[in-house]
């Protein structure tokens, strides 16, 4: 593995297999030239450089410490995870992490409007991403918001599943809140986050959209749909609101016999 360039002191390009690969870990280049050979022990992570130009460019282009902290970071959620993340979390998290020090760095603060769904829905990555926060306060001396770590959360959830695409997590994540304005406006209430209930209704609401895309739904008995339809009589025209709204929003259709599951998940709200 001979160098070809050094990027910085943490990455280097280098020849593999005749192949020109970005070879990234904490001083692989530290007291090398061109032509010397790196260390194996030292590298991380290796990305084959034809399919990763983007990272090339990112890596001369932002500051060294926030690389490694973006890779400290992968490598903890892989490991709390147990599984690899998809090799563009490399691109997509650092480019996402610098700026956003960046920002804090400055003094603007970004408020993630998605917050609370995210930390029901994606719960270890979440907790991942809360550790990221105190770990750059640790290395760098600045404290990002709450908020940062259900961004760094979004990132690593896309990036468990194969060909994930974040603005579609983000969208999903969006619809769901929709649907939850349109529960809170009908009834006139104000959710209780940390309620067990709520994060019921948020997970099934989820699992609701999911099936959808791929054309399934909940079936039920026609006899217990009418039963929940006269006793949670509210709860089921905030069902049908919810219905009407994501159609016209989103142009998703919600099934009769989905409608009503979120009734019972509604009228448990209500109840408390």
Known sequence: MKI???LNNNA???????????AIGAGVAFNKTKNDIVNRDKIEKLFVLKENEKLQQLILRIPEEHLMLSEEI???AEEHLGV???DHIAIALTDHLSFAIERESQGIHLKNKLLQEIKVLYKKEFDIGLWAIRHISKKLDIEMPVDEAA????????MKIKGGDLHETVRQTAIL????????NYLDIKMNEEDLAYERLITHLRFALTRMQH???????????EMIK??????YRCAMEVRKELSSLHGIELPEDELGYITLHIERLRKY
Not at 12 to 22: G, L, T, W
Not at 151 to 156: D, E, K, S, T
Not at 177 to 184: A, C, F, G, L, S
């Open 230 to 235: 006269k006793k949670f009589e509210l709860a």
């Open 84 to 86: 690899r993340l998809n």
């Open 4 to 6: 070809k360039k050094i």
């Open 151 to 158: 961004f760094i959360a979004l990132h690593i959830h896309t």
């Open 74 to 76: 992968i490598s903890y």
């Open 12 to 22: 280097v390009i280098i020849i593999d297999d005749d192949q020109e690969k970005i």
């Open 215 to 225: 054309y399934e739904a909940h079936t039920m008995d026609a006899e217990m749909l």
């Open 177 to 184: 809140r929709d649907m939850v304005d349109t529960i809170e």
